[in-house]
């Protein structure tokens, strides 16, 4: 029992870290995989991930690319930490009898950790689409003023950059809590699945590198089987995706779509874009969940918060 209580805190400190490591490696590209999936036909300003990236550093500098970061940094600790160690929870609790877990088990696992992390990952995803957003905005409102003759200096002389902080403060005076929450069913509509996928992909796919049930996997087999994890449940649920960055998108571009919910969200964007609107930045967001999970599951498994809480390997069971 004592061990359970001092791994606890360790496994949320791996969690943390394997999150902090892995958003500053990726962060990026999943800005690019928001200005894509967020862009609508007539609209377009980016042709791919490469050019979404090369135009941002042109026109935002090289730092342009890390908006919206600072929140993803601060709040992806908890976000991890919940995520992972509820898996865990959750594997424990239905292998209680000492069993093997059965694929329903390890499913059933998955689902309870993506219901848990929503807690944070809601109001951290809705931050962070309104920032890494903001420079395609401002971009397309520039273009079309220059369109018109006017060179952009009119319609926007000096935008203003908004903060989460400014953006926080805003819809809790406006909506209260509830405006920090918007998009709440359409992440758990996304998280859900891809626990539920993930969780039990990688603990098989971890399994193969074990030669033995007691003997942990190398350490580039659970990196590997991260990423194959990730990035098949990332494809796997990037409609979902694209919906939950659509509703919580709360500025738009001219002439943009606005909707009402999820289904009204599904309904315009498979009428007036098509089915493969629905696969906008899916190659994206695998490069951006294969090396995150990766990371997550070596530093989970390597046990550094382990190391750092002084908690012994040899005192495990």
Do not use: H, W
Not at 25 to 43: H, M, S, W, Y
Not at 63 to 68: D, K, S
Not at 271 to 276: A, H, I, L, Q, V
């Amino acid at each position: 029992m004592a061990d359970k209580q001092i791994s606890l805190p360790a496994k949320l400190l791996n969690g943390g870290i394997a999150g902090l490591i892995g958003v500053t490696c990726v962060f990026p590209i999943d800005l690019a995989k928001t200005r894509l999936q967020n862009q609508q036909d007539g609209q377009r300003m980016y042709k791919s991930m490469s050019d979404c990236l090369i135009k941002i550093i042109r026109t935002e500098g090289y730092f342009g690319m890390y908006r919206g970061a600072a929140v993803n940094l601060t709040l992806v600790t908890p976000e991890k930490a919940i995520k992972l160690a509820a898996n865990d929870f959750f594997r424990q609790a239905l292998s209680k009898d000492g069993k093997k877990l059965t694929l329903i088990k390890e499913m059933l696992a998955g689902c309870g950790a993506g219901t848990c992390q929503v807690i944070v990952t809601t109001p951290m995803e809705m931050l962070k689409i309104q920032l890494q957003d903001a420079g395609r905005l401002a971009a397309q409102r520039k273009l079309m003023a220059s369109q018109a003759g006017l060179n952009g200096t009119i319609a926007e002389p000096n935008p203003t950059r908004p903060t989460a902080m400014a953006i926080s403060r805003e819809l809790l005076r406006s909506k209260g809590i509830a405006g920090l929450y918007k998009g709440l069913g359409a992440t758990l509509l996304r998280d859900v699945p891809f626990s539920i996928i993930y969780f039990p992909l990688f603990a098989n796919l971890n399994k193969l590198g074990q030669k033995t049930p007691d003997e942990k996997s190398p350490f580039f087999v659970s990196f590997l089987a991260g990423c194959a994890a990730g990035s098949i449940a990332a494809v796997a649920v990037n409609p979902c995706d694209v919906i939950k960055t659509r509703l919580q998108s709360l500025q738009r571009g001219i002439n943009e779509d606005t909707y009402s919910g999820i289904i009204d969200c599904a309904k315009k964007v498979l009428k007036s874009e098509g089915p493969t609107a629905f696969f906008k930045g899916a190659y994206c967001r695998a490069l951006v969940i294969a090396p995150l999970f990766g990371i997550a599951q070596v530093v989970y498994f390597i046990g550094i918060g382990e190391f750092l809480l002084g908690y012994l390997p040899s005192k495990r069971n």
